[in-house]
């Protein structure tokens, strides 16, 4: 069991910045992934972008390239997302998400934190 905390949700004016942090406990050592959804109340949750921790390599929705950077901490399983140039359209809650290695979808979340832009 992978146990996923999340922080650094909150208040941003349009074209601000906020970053967001997820780090992994419990069975963390054979996490493949971490990543970002978010979700608006009454619509789908939605892919944001995600880190494949064993190449380094990322990927991004396309409403957020350019604007959000994920990235993860030289140790410890931890990611982060760097979001700027905020618009009001990112409102949402927004979710961190581990996939183990050997799983075919995201199989660990995290609590969620509360991310509103003001236009």
């Known amino acids: 069991q992978v146990q996923l905390v999340e922080s650094g949700g909150g208040l941003a004016q349009a074209g601000g910045s906020l970053r967001l942090s997820c780090e992994a406990s419990?069975?963390?050592?054979?996490?493949?992934?971490m990543g970002w959804f978010r979700q608006v109340p009454g619509e789908e949750r939605e892919f944001v972008a995600l880190?494949?921790?064993?190449?380094?390599?990322?990927d991004y929705a396309d409403s957020v390239k350019g604007r959000f950077t994920i990235s993860k901490h030289r140790v410890k399983n931890a990611v982060y997302l760097q979001m700027n140039n905020l618009k009001p359209e990112d409102t949402a809650i927004y979710y961190c998400?581990?996939?183990?290695?050997?799983?075919?979808?995201?199989?660990?979340w995290g609590q969620g934190t509360q991310v509103t832009v003001s236009s």
């Open positions: 998400a581990a996939q183990r290695i050997g799983a075919t979808t995201w199989d660990s």
């Open positions: 419990g069975r963390a050592f054979n996490i493949y992934a």
């Open positions: 880190f494949r921790l064993n190449i380094g390599a990322t």
